[in-house]
């Protein structure tokens, strides 16, 4: 680092966050569950963007169905090859 400033050689303004400030949400006053993360911690959201949430969801799963997977492919493939070695 060259600089006493510690955003100065990552190009970050030194007021970052703080001129413009961030914008300011309210907070949801209920929440609903979707899913846990990749620890296992239950994700929270608001109703409209749970919706939202379940939505993309179901399309990605959708899109990733076992014979749109490309690891599928390789399971099969594996498997049919253990399969045929005890012939």
């Given at each position: ?44 959201l ?16 959708g ?25």
């Open positions: 680092m060259t600089s006493p400033d510690p955003f100065a050689d990552l190009r970050i303004p030194s007021d970052y966050g703080r001129n413009p400030r961030r914008p300011r949400f309210n907070e949801a006053e209920v929440l609903e569950d979707v899913e846990p993360n990749l620890v296992g911690t239950m994700q929270r608001a109703p409209e963007t749970a919706a939202a949430w379940r939505g993309n969801d179901s399309l990605a799963r899109l990733l169905a076992p014979e749109n997977d490309p690891a599928h492919d390789h399971r099969v493939a594996r498997d049919k090859a253990g399969s045929q070695e005890g012939n």
